[in-house]
T-cell receptor, first 114, second 111 residues
Framework: DTGVSQDPRHKITKRGQNVTFRCDPI?????LYWYRQTLGQGPEFLTY????????KSRLLSDRFSAERPKGSFSTLEIQRTEQGDSAMYLC????????????FGSGTQLSVL | SQQGEEDPQALSIQEGENATMNCSYK?????LQWYRQNSGRGLVHLIL?????REKHSGRLRVTLDTSKKSSSLLITASRAADTASYFC???????????FGSGTKLNVKP
């Protein structure tokens, strides 16, 4: 069990560019979550998957954001035409699919949009 | 918002003192979880308390839950400098294993 890993740890991009982040969950976990966190705030729910199925996408998320989890393993989060307001820490978490299961978080990807 | 809200926003104490932080939430829940986040890192699960439990202990942590007041508290006893972190409560208001986090309490334990 190597834990949840995220790549890259840091990403600096210019406004208008597209960026993609990757998350590798704990292998036996069928739930995978993406959260966004800005300085001084708690994680904000973005979307989550059960295996390869995307269960829900936050209404706060614009169409510039898309996430996939092909084959129910790793997941990618893409942001198109980045804006300065997208600057944040993007956290991935995974869990088993049962009520009350705890989330295991990765270390996050820190995105800075210049 | 279905998020929990922690209180206080920031707390500064001396090593050895106890730290208490509170979480209030808006909807009925099946369970409530507490997480810790060290600066610039991911969150780490601390403890889960179910709606039919009133108190739970784990090492130096004590969590209480009052479903009638929709509130929970986290007590860290005999705090250490290593406890310096942000603490968040998380609720799953719809029992979908979809968790909402509060804005956190930033704890500073001075050596």
């Amino acid at each position: 069990d190597t834990g949840v890993s995220q790549d890259p740890r840091h990403k600096i991009t210019k406004r208008g560019q597209n960026v993609t982040f990757r998350c590798d969950p704990i292998s036996e976990h069928n739930r995978l979550y993406w959260y966004r966190q800005t300085l001084g705030q708690g994680p904000e729910f973005l979307t989550y998957f059960q295996n390869e199925a995307q269960l829900e996408k936050s209404r706060l998320l614009s169409d510039r954001f898309s996430a996939e989890r092909p084959k129910g393993s790793f997941s990618t989060l893409e942001i198109q035409r980045t804006e300065q307001g997208d600057s944040a820490m993007y956290l991935c978490a995974s869990s088993l699919d049962a009520l009350g299961e705890k989330l295991f978080f990765g270390s996050g990807t820190q995105l800075s949009v210049l | 918002s279905q998020q929990g809200e922690e209180d206080p926003q920031a707390l500064s104490i001396q090593e050895g003192e106890n730290a208490t932080m509170n979480c209030s939430y808006k909807t009925s829940i099946n369970n409530l979880q507490w997480y810790r986040q060290n600066s610039g890192r991911g969150l780490v699960h601390l403890i889960l308390i179910r709606s039919n439990e009133r108190e739970k202990h784990s090492g130096r942590l004590r969590v209480t839950l009052d479903t009638s007041k929709k509130s929970s508290s986290l007590l860290i006893t005999a705090s250490r400098a290593a406890d310096t972190a942000s603490y968040f409560c998380a609720t799953d208001p719809y029992n979908f294993n979809k968790f909402y986090f509060g804005s956190g309490t930033k704890l500073n334990v001075k050596p």
